[in-house]
């Protein structure tokens, strides 16, 4: 995208540390923005707040498989890269996730929705320079293996790797399926009443990478529910601007409330494509028991 040095790049802090690495990597500079307390995403109001005439790309991330609304980012007029790392097989408006921005990333590291048996990623984008350019790059800057353009990197995805995506792929839908029918027996069951649950943006599919709810004691849940034989972990209890490495690039104290707030009270509950309903029913009646007394409702 032509990020570098003296450059600004928007990304939420309130993701995985990778989603801002990549920012430092290419020399530019990592500009934090807040959150959505709804949908954990970035939202036009919460870059528009810290757009500057240096910013150069915004990388908006499909938290926990809920896509970003990176079409409306668009309009903003600074170049998208979509995070999609966490939603293959979400949707917006009809549109895939890794088609709502400029260009998009993939990750098929093992836990995710879409999964190797290794270590692979994807880009995906409709910009022919921008495709160009990242195969020369992945494999060390070169296009014919003969002469070198760029100084680049060994990214290649391994055929073996290659191999299981072309497997998994077409089973792909049929397992967001399966995510959305437990996150649906989640609503039926009645999680609300305890934890204050993920909302699914409007117009979008979620793929439900993770259901991640939120409560002001999560840990004390998190900890009852162990106690029950539920597995429940918390994600990004340190949120990225707060990483040691970022401390040049975090924004003064206070200034990423929402993303503070989640970074506190999120817990992921169970989440599978072959979660049944008895057993989101079993999970949900180990939240009622083990739920702290005390307001239900986590919200910055
Ligand atoms: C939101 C997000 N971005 C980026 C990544 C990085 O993916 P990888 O480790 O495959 O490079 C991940 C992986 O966990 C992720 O969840």
């Known amino acids: ?9 928007v990304v939420p802090s309130f993701t995985f540390y990778a989603s801002v690495e990549a920012i430092v990597t290419a020399g530019a500079r990592p500009v934090f923005c807040d959150v959505d307390p709804d949908t954990r995403n970035v939202t036009p109001d919460t870059v528009r707040a ?3 005439p240096s910013t150069k790309a915004i990388v908006s991330v499909d938290l926990f498989g809920l896509p ?10 600074v170049p998208v890269l979509e995070d999609a790392a966490q939603a293959a097989g979400a949707s917006l408006d009809g549109r895939r996730a890794g088609a709502l921005g400029d260009v998009a990333t993939f990750s098929f590291y093992p836990s995710k929705n879409l999964a190797c048996f290794g270590d692979g990623g994807a880009l995906t984008t409709d910009d ?7 195969r020369a790059l992945r494999f060390h800057g070169s296009r014919d293996k003969q002469t070198f353009q760029y100084v680049g990197y060994n990214s290649r995805l391994d055929e073996m790797q290659a191999a299981i995506l072309r497997v998994a792929l077409p089973e792909l839908d049929g397992w967001c399926e399966g995510r959305r029918r437990a996150a649906q027996a989640y609503t039926e069951a009645g999680i609300e009443r305890f934890v204050t649950a993920p909302v699914e943006p409007a117009g979008a599919q979620a793929a439900w990478h993770l259901y991640v709810a939120a409560h002001p ?11 029950h034989g539920v597995g429940a972990r918390a994600y990004y209890r340190t949120p990225v601007h707060r990483q040691p490495p970022m401390s040049p690039y975090a924004p003064s104290d206070g200034s990423l409330p929402v993303t503070d707030e989640l970074a506190r009270t999120n817990l992921a509950l169970p989440m599978s494509p072959t979660l049944s309903v008895e057993q989101v029913d079993d999970v949900v009646s180990a939240v009622s028991s083990s739920v702290p007394a005390g307001p239900r409702r986590a919200r910055a």
């Open 1 to 9: 995208m032509g990020v570098g040095p003296g450059d600004e790049v």
């Open 68 to 77: 970003a609304p990176s079409p409306a980012l668009r309009e903003l007029g």
């Open 50 to 52: 810290v757009l500057t």
């Open 128 to 134: 022919d320079r921008i495709a160009e350019l990242a």
């Open 217 to 227: 004691d999560a840990d004390e849940l998190i900890a009852g529910l162990r106690d």
